[in-house]
C-alpha cells in the first residue's frame, strides 16, 4: 500500500471516530438565545453543556436528545426573563403492558421518578453553574411513545418539569427526597400535542438509570460513564 | 396506513436476509422494536458479530439503527409551547 493509501485510510478511519461525538446541534447556540443573559449563561457554560450532552449520549444510549434540547431557556409559563438551564429528552423503551395499563399520571409518575432526578443530578455537576444566581432554576422534559397512533402516525406524551433553584438545591443538597421534590416541582403534561396543563404526580426512589446497561453496549473507547 | 405495504415488504425481505444470522442475544437485544430490521443496517450488524459470539452492540450501531426512522414523523408538543429561546 503506498503511503497515499494509508494517509487515505487514516483519515478516513478518522473521520469515522469523529461520528462517535454526540452531534452539537443537541445544544441551543448562545447566539440563538434571546436575551443577554441567556447568551452569556450558554457561553459561559459551554464546556458544561456539551459534558452533559456528551454523558446522556454515550452512556445513556436510550435517551435521544433532539436538536437544540439543551440551553438557558425562558419557561413559557413565567413572565420575567427567568433562564432556567433544560434538557429535553425522549425515552425510547420496550413496549410495556404494566406500563400501558397506567393513566396518564401514573405513567408521567414513572418516568418522573425514573429520570428526572438523575438528569437534574446530571446537569449541575458543574458546582459553579449549581451555584450562580443567574441561573433561576432548571427544567427536564421527558417524551415516550404512546401505544397507540393517530392517524397512523405515532403520538408521544411529554411531561415538562420546571424545579427553581432553591427547589432544585434542597433536592441536590439532600434535604428534599424526590418525593417531597416532586410535590415542589411544575409539571405540565402533553398528549401529543394537546395541552393537559399542570398536573399532580408521585414520585418515588428509582434507581434504574444508575443500573441499567444495554445488554452488550460498549461505549466508545476513552468514554468513561459515571 | 400509509406505507405499510412498502415497509412490509421490507421487512419481511430483512427477516429473510437476517435468518441465520442473529444469534439469541441479538434478538435480546434488538428485539425490543421490530422495526429494527427494516433496513439494511442490520445486517451489517449481525455480519459483524460472528454466530456464537455476545453482540457487541456500539454507539454508531444504536446511531444507525435511530436514523432509519423506524416510527416516522411523531406527533408530539413542540418545544416552542412550553419554552423560550
Redesign the interface.
Known sequence: MSNRLVVAALAVALAGSAFAAPPESHLLPPDQHSSEKARGLARKYADALRELNLGIYHCLPWLVVPNNSIGFFKPKHLASDARYLSLRVFVEQDASPQFTALDFEGRASAMYSRYVGEMLRRMTRDASLRADADVDGFSVIIGWLKQTTQGGQPVHETIAIFADRATAADFLGGRAKIADFAGRTVVLGFDGQQALGPVRLKAWEDNFVSNFQVANYQPAPGVTCR | ??GTTPRALLLGAALLGATGCATG?EW??WK??PAHFASGEHLKFSMKNREGK???????D??HA?QQNW?????????E?????
Do not use: H, W, Y
Not at chain 2, 416510527?71 to 413542540?78: D, E, P
Open positions: 396506513m400509509r442475544e435480546e437485544v425490543s422494536n455476545p453482540a457487541a452492540v456500539s454507539r454508531d444504536v446511531e435511530r416510527f416516522g414523523k411523531a406527533i408530539t408538543v413542540r418545544q409551547e412550553i419554552l423560550e429561546q
